[in-house]
């Protein structure tokens, strides 16, 4: 699966197929069309060209394979506000021409409806759907060590997710408490003799209690249930699951130079199937934005949670590291130079993989309508199990318009 339980839109799995466009956030930069209906779109257009030099994330340089890519990916956002209400639609695909290897190609696509509603003073609620029709890279997800050479296309997949919260209290007073549930389906489209165990839907449930103090800052108690069903038993054996989550939080609005979230606590992995190893331990998750100039800020992250491997094992420990800075040089240029670690420690197998992802972009803003962006991607992958070890490097170039 090795995907988070709690997963926001676009922000990993859409990250993961790379829809994510600024088309879809109302920038102050993006020409909005106003219509007598009250509703605002706000259409958007990203065309790239990129070059990956080990497309299937192969492990020997004899199976490695190297192209130029095209991608085009138009986009539209819709918003109506009513009274303290907002309605939000979103769509968009993504559209990849390999010019080396044409079994690469894909189409994915994404569509995504949002309400944010203000009942009262004290009442509040958000709702949430989304589908996206995406893919995993030759090479990769359920089919990672294998270089590819099992597949002729791109694996594919449906994702459906709807959820949402209720909370309760006024923002003026200082405790408030969210209720949370979430439904989120992954079902594979094609190479269903290996796909059809890894089919799944996970149900969440949560709370979150916070308590505002007068500095911009909550503390918080935050519980997740998650129960995890696959529609197919693993050869291996019955992959069902239930993780309990208990974290202990402190978020904070701009104040002098940060802002951010950290939360710690304690979670709890039992599987349906005793022949498993359940997992429990401390787990984690933390952003911190220092922003010591106006026109520059470093982003710090870190994360322990338990995850569901592509392959064999029971589970997975991801502890990750990561830092960036952003810097504006001046109104037309602005970059960005970033460092993630991630260690996977497998469990039920010997195998640990460690992570190194390097970024690197360069941005030009032409137009009001107008950026470029270029830069480096470079993945280095080493793992006990030298199978799964593979250097991965994409350059890109992309144009992003707006109106």
């Known amino acids: 699966m090795n995907i988070p339980y709690k997963l926001n839109c676009i922000a990993t799995v859409i990250a993961a197929i790379v829809i994510a466009n600024p088309a879809f956030a109302a920038d102050e930069k993006?020409?909005?069309?106003?219509?007598?209906?009250?509703?605002?779109?706000?259409?958007?257009?990203?065309?790239?060209?990129?070059?990956?030099?080990?497309?299937?994330?192969?492990?020997?340089?004899?199976?490695?394979?190297?192209?130029?890519?095209?991608?085009?990916?138009?986009?539209?956002?819709?918003?109506?506000?009513?009274?303290?209400?907002?309605?939000?639609?979103?769509?968009?695909?993504?559209?990849?021409?390999?010019?080396?290897?044409?079994?690469?190609?894909?189409?994915?696509?994404?569509?995504?409806?949002?309400?944010?509603?203000?009942?009262?003073?004290?009442?509040?609620?958000?709702?949430?759907?989304?589908?996206?029709?995406?893919?995993?890279?030759?090479?990769?997800?359920?089919?990672?060590?294998?270089?590819?050479?099992?597949?002729?296309?791109?694996?594919?997949?449906?994702?459906?997710?709807?959820?949402?919260?209720?909370?309760?209290?006024?923002?003026?007073?200082?405790?408030?408490?969210?209720?949370?549930?979430?439904?989120?389906?992954?079902?594979?489209?094609?190479?269903?003799?290996?796909?059809?165990?890894?089919?799944?839907?996970?149900?969440?449930?949560?709370?979150?209690?916070?308590?505002?103090?007068?500095?911009?800052?909550?503390?918080?108690?935050?519980?997740?249930?998650?129960?995890?069903?696959?529609?197919?038993?693993?050869?291996t054996g019955d992959r069902d699951s239930t993780t309990n989550t208990a974290r202990l939080g402190v978020e904070w609005e701009a104040t002098a130079s940060t802002e951010g979230s950290i939360k710690i606590g304690y979670q709890a992995k039992d599987f349906d199937n005793n022949a498993r190893e359940d997992f429990s331990g401390l787990s984690w998750d933390a952003k911190v934005t220092w922003t010591p100039l106006t026109y520059s800020s470093i982003d710090l992250t870190t994360g322990r949670a338990s995850k569901d491997p592509n392959g064999v094992g029971d589970f997975i420990r991801a502890t990750s590291y990561g830092i960036k800075w952003n810097h504006e040089w001046s109104e037309l240029f602005s970059s960005f130079i970033g460092l993630n670690q991630v260690t996977d420690a497998y469990t039920g197998i010997d195998r640990e993989d460690k992570t190194k992802a390097y970024q690197f972009g360069l941005n030009y803003n032409v137009t009001r309508w107008l950026t470029l962006k270029s830069g480096i991607n470079i993945n280095q992958v080493d793992s006990t199990d030298t199978q799964f070890s593979f250097d991965r490097n994409v350059y890109f170039v992309n144009a992003e318009m707006t109106l």
């Open 30 to 235: 993006a020409g909005v069309i106003r219509t007598e209906s009250g509703i605002d779109f706000i259409p958007g257009l990203t065309s790239g060209l990129k070059y990956d030099d080990n497309l299937t994330s192969a492990s020997g340089s004899a199976d490695k394979l190297d192209s130029w890519i095209l991608t085009v990916t138009p986009a539209v956002q819709a918003q109506m506000l009513d009274g303290n209400n907002v309605y939000t639609l979103e769509a968009g695909f993504e559209y990849a021409e390999y010019f080396d290897s044409s079994d690469d190609n894909y189409l994915d696509a994404l569509l995504k409806a949002k309400s944010e509603l203000e009942l009262n003073q004290s009442n509040r609620a958000e709702l949430e759907v989304f589908y996206v029709s995406g893919h995993e890279d030759r090479g990769s997800g359920v089919f990672e060590g294998t270089s590819g050479v099992l597949q002729d296309e791109a694996n594919t997949f449906d994702i459906l997710s709807a959820g949402g919260f209720y909370e309760y209290g006024a923002m003026s007073t200082p405790a408030r408490i969210r209720l949370n549930a979430k439904y989120f389906s992954k079902q594979y489209t094609n190479f269903e003799t290996v796909t059809q165990y890894r089919n799944f839907a996970n149900t969440t449930l949560g709370g979150t209690l916070f308590y505002d103090t007068q500095s911009s800052t909550s503390v918080f108690l935050e519980l997740i249930t998650v129960v995890t069903a696959y529609d197919e038993i693993d050869p």
